[in-house]
């Protein structure tokens, strides 16, 4: 089973604050993706990675970084958290493009004060 | 400009009786789908999928229809069950793309 694992499940952080989110999958997939999903607005795409190194930003970039050092680890930064970051944010994987299952970790909650 | 649409927030069903939850896409380039089941605080899990060359494929209760001339699946749980209460989300892929387009969600709440 693949298996996507996010390091925090509950985060309470103040405005101002630097945030990193971690994940971690064990299927050697190529992609990997940070999404955030907030109630009515759906599944929305922070950033995604198709290599080492490589990023996109996706529908929402402003006000996150990535990083991908290693390719089972993909890393969700907030550089100064705010009170519209807080959310449930989630990470994904998947192998090749097109005809391919994407899986989620649990998801990590997010509040900032 | 939403390229997957799920028009109905909610959906209400009695336990037993079969859901039908709906989706419309509007970029011709997909041709992979996928339902998605999320319960409160878990992340999505993978439920179904179809490719374009097929209208319909079945796990279980589970049935997806894909209509590409209309460009809209959707998904048949039959029987509903109270666990399914869920918040299903329909995706799509085109070839060669690395990423996937998710509609909003529709809750579904299935009534013992």
């Known amino acids: 089973d693949v298996k996507v694992t996010q390091s925090s499940r509950y985060l309470v952080k103040r405005t101002g604050e630097k945030v990193f989110l971690e994940c971690v999958q064990d299927m050697d997939h190529e992609n990997m993706f940070w999404y955030r999903q907030d109630p009515g607005l759906g599944l929305r795409l922070i950033y995604f990675?198709?290599?080492?190194?490589?990023?996109e930003k996706g529908d929402i970039p402003e006000g996150y970084s990535v990083s991908r050092e290693k390719k089972e680890r993909f890393s969700l930064i907030l550089e100064s958290a705010s009170t519209n970051q807080t959310s449930m944010y989630l990470c994904a994987s998947r192998t090749g493009t097109g005809r391919n299952t994407i899986y989620f970790g649990e998801g990590s909650w997010l509040t900032v004060v | 400009d939403q390229q997957v649409k799920q028009n109905s927030p909610s959906l209400s069903v009695q336990e037993g009786r079969i859901s039908i939850l709906n989706c419309d896409y509007t970029n011709s380039m997909f041709d992979y789908f996928l339902w998605y089941k999320k319960y409160p605080a878990e992340g999505p899990t993978f439920l179904i999928s179809?490719?374009?060359?097929?209208d319909k494929n079945e796990d279980g209760r589970f049935t997806v229809f894909l209509n590409k001339s209309a460009k809209h699946l959707s998904l048949h749980i039959v029987p509903s069950q109270p666990g399914d209460s869920a918040v299903y989300f329909c995706a799509a892929s085109g070839a060669g793309s690395y990423q996937l387009t998710f509609g909003k969600g529709t809750k579904l709440s299935v009534i013992p």
């Open positions: 990675s198709y290599d080492v190194k490589m990023k």
């Open positions: 179809i490719s374009s060359i097929k």
